[in-house]
């Protein structure tokens, strides 16, 4: 179980979505968070004249499933991101980490850009405008246990303001996939609008499927995923169950790993009676599916 602690968010303008400090007692740094239309103002503030390290955060095209993040440092934190203002279009907010004593010089920094980097590659729940990685500085000891310990800080503060990405996925629990039986009618099947290539690539290639929104009440209660390719097909063509369900990107949307790789069925089609293709995910029972002989049938009430 982690430690329990207390975090201070200070909010100077008055505004809960504008610029926040954040610190914590014991802890030499502070976090400021702010919005790209509060930057001419939040670069006159002391604090970005000091070394440090920042997370610009937002999406590079509208259909992006996972944030785009820039992951930088510098001697002065606002000459470097006045010229990020300029030249990169995609953020909408940051994060800033400085030291309220002036203890973080330019070798701590590096080594916290090195390893915010490292881990959200790791992580895997974002896209990153970074060229390239770069390589672990040469700490002393002490120096290595000063920056791990500024690290830990960061990763606890970052998820309070709406940043979950340098955490890694916790797989939720899913009941493993079994007969039917006498529960056949209670809906454990998620039916999911796939196109061509995602279909190929993913949901056959990878054994999974992602970027999907599901109902609180469904999580625990989902055990096949079954795939509508969308046009020239327009039918239900392939099931899979599933073993867990994880976090995917920073929007609330989630994961479906397979237990084993998808089967064909006999296609599913769209039928006469639906005007409109499917468009969004939709909520069956496993029984109900298998014996269906058109989408209506899926799709009717429980």
């Known amino acids: 179980m982690a430690d329990p602690f ?42 970005m ?3 440090g390290t920042y997370v610009l955060v937002g999406y590079d095209a509208e259909d992006d499933d996972r944030p785009t993040l820039y992951i930088g440092q510098a001697d002065g934190v606002n000459g470097r991101i006045d010229s990020h203002h300029k030249d990169k279009d995609f953020w ?10 002036g203890g973080l010089n330019r070798a701590h920094i590096t080594w916290l850009e090195y390893a915010l980097i490292k881990r959200a590659t790791e992580t895997g729940r974002c896209r990153l405008d970074n060229g390239n990685a770069p390589q672990e500085p040469v700490l002393t000891e002490a120096e ?25 996925p916790k797989a939720m629990a899913v009941q493993r996939a079994t007969d039917p039986g006498v529960d056949g009618q209670k809906r454990d ?11 190929q690539k993913v949901f056959l290639g990878e054994d999974c499927w992602y970027a999907i929104r599901i109902s609180g009440g469904m999580l625990d209660k ?20 599933v073993s ?59």
């Open 222 to 241: 989902i055990k096949y995923i079954a795939a509508y390719q969308t046009q020239p097909i327009s039918a239900i063509t392939h099931y899979a169950p």
């Open 189 to 199: 099947t998620i039916i999911v609008p796939a196109q061509k290539e995602g279909f």
């Open 244 to 302: 867990c369900i994880e976090p995917y990107g920073d929007d609330g949307k989630y994961k479906l790993v397979f237990s084993e790789p998808a089967k064909s069925i006999e296609p599913i089609p769209l039928g006469d009676a639906l005007p409109t293709a499917m468009q969004n995910s939709r909520y069956t029972s496993f029984a109900r599916l298998r014996k269906a002989k058109k989408l209506t049938d899926v799709l009717g009430k429980n």
């Open 144 to 168: 290595k246990a000063d920056t791990h310990g500024f690290m830990k800080e960061i990763l606890q503060i970052l998820p309070l303001v709406g940043l979950r990405v340098f955490e890694f």
């Open 49 to 51: 004249q000091s070394a």
């Open 92 to 101: 909408d907010w940051a994060a800033v980490f400085v030291s309220t004593s």
């Open 6 to 47: 207390t975090i201070r968010i200070f909010v100077p303008d008055g505004d809960p979505e504008g610029v926040r400090l954040i610190s914590r007692m014991n802890w030499t740094g502070l976090g400021l968070v702010f919005r790209r239309s509060d930057w001419s103002n939040v670069r006159q503030r002391p604090e």
